[in-house]
């Protein structure tokens, strides 16, 4: 009996982390209430505390819990981005994907919320430094460059910061068309950068 219970608790605490989510991007924070939360995953008030006993328990888990699977996702994807021309290209629309995605919308409420909370700003710090970690590490990693290059990893960072930058500028109208633009002229600029710093073939050795 034991493993079938175990399933059902992880099925209901997936479902309200999913549901967390959605409520964030859907009502906002104030609105993101356990009650909210539990309504909409189809379980008990009861239920949803017994899993995460506070607001910001639940809010915080569900934040962890959807980037983790979004990495995740993310590393698999690595091997079907293309190799050479157009390789930056699709990296950069990908992690602009991210920022534009139903993550960054929910984590942006989070975020808000935080500035006039420092009760939750304490909690969240930790996990937005992980996040720029991981988006940081994925990022060099998709582009197969080396961060030990100070400018190298300035540049990526930048590449971040605008696809940090296109995701707000998406928040309240269609900004798709002129994003598409900005990808394509930055991706030009940053592979241009980037094989300008790449070490260059030594020579082959002459033949004896």
Request: glycine share 6%; with cysteine.
């Amino acid at each position: 009996m034991r493993a079938p219970q175990q399933d059902r608790s992880r099925v209901t605490r997936q479902r309200l982390l999913e549901a967390t989510v959605d409520s964030l991007v859907e009502f906002g924070w104030s609105a993101t209430t356990v009650a909210v939360v539990a309504q909409r995953a189809g379980v008990s008030r009861g239920a949803a505390q017994h899993h995460f006993p506070t607001r910001e328990d639940l809010i915080t888990a569900a934040l962890e819990f959807m980037f983790d699977s979004r990495m995740e996702q993310a590393r698999r994807e690595v091997t079907e981005l293309p190799e050479g021309n157009g390789r930056t290209e699709a990296v950069i629309g990908r992690l602009v994907d991210y920022y534009t995605g139903t993550l960054f919308k929910a984590a942006l409420q989070v975020w808000t919320a935080a500035a006039a909370d420092p009760e939750l700003r304490a909690r969240i710090l930790p996990l937005e430094e992980r996040f720029g970690r991981v988006a940081h590490r994925t990022a060099i990693e998709s582009l197969g460059v080396d961060d030990s290059d100070p400018t190298v990893r300035r540049l990526v960072q930048a590449t971040l910061d605008l696809a940090r930058g296109l995701g707000l500028a998406d928040i309240l109208t269609d900004d798709s068309r002129r994003r598409t633009e900005i990808v394509r002229c930055w991706s030009a600029q940053l592979d241009a950068a980037l094989t300008s710093l790449a070490p260059a073939t030594p020579p082959a050795s002459p033949a004896l």
